[in-house]
């Protein structure tokens, strides 16, 4: 069953997208060469306390490691999918691209989103691939409109990766978003944040 949210949820959930993407792009503006994933992640745990929120992924229980994740973003580089772990011996390489993956709980809803960021001059290849992901998630929003399922986005996604050479990674699952972050299995794309390049 969908349930519908009110305005003033809408607005809570709005707010956390904004900080999430604020977190985000200021995160992006530190990515260069000899910055280390880690370093990133240390700027965002203090940003989300800066807000007076709660990080998403910190303390969310990984069933696969038996554990509870221990950061607030995920950090994968290059060829990495998703879900890369931060670390001060992963430091960032002229060429390189990383996916930083955050969210937060604010005023009790949750913003979750990724961001794709650039190290200097990237090859042709890895321009092309930023480009076809950028274009599939504004073909995405495009058909987030009233009348149409998630079918119809994700199908979106998809049938413009595949028609570039690219394929979608179906083994990852992706989420519902509101008063918490609701796990389904449909699969996840991976490609999910515009993409910027720095010198």
Sequence with gaps: MIIRKTAAELEKMRRSGILVYQILKDL?????EGVSTYDLELAAERMIADAGARPAFKGYFVPAAGERYKYVLCTSVNSEIVHGIPSPKRVLKKGDIVSIDTGVQLDG???????????????G???????????SLELA???VRAGNR??????????????NGYSVVREYVGHG????????RRFRITWTARTRTRD
Excluded: N, P, W
């Design 150 to 163: 998630l079918f119809d986005i994700c199908g979106t996604v998809e049938r413009h990766v595949v028609s």
């Design 125 to 135: 290849e890895t321009k092309r691939l930023l480009e076809v992901t950028e274009e």
């Design 177 to 184: 978003i509101g008063r918490s972050c609701t796990r389904s």
């Design 141 to 143: 929003i495009e058909q």
């Design 28 to 32: 992006g503006d530190m990515v260069q």
């Design 109 to 123: 809803y949750y913003g979750d989103s990724a961001v794709t960021v650039g190290v200097g001059e990237l090859s």
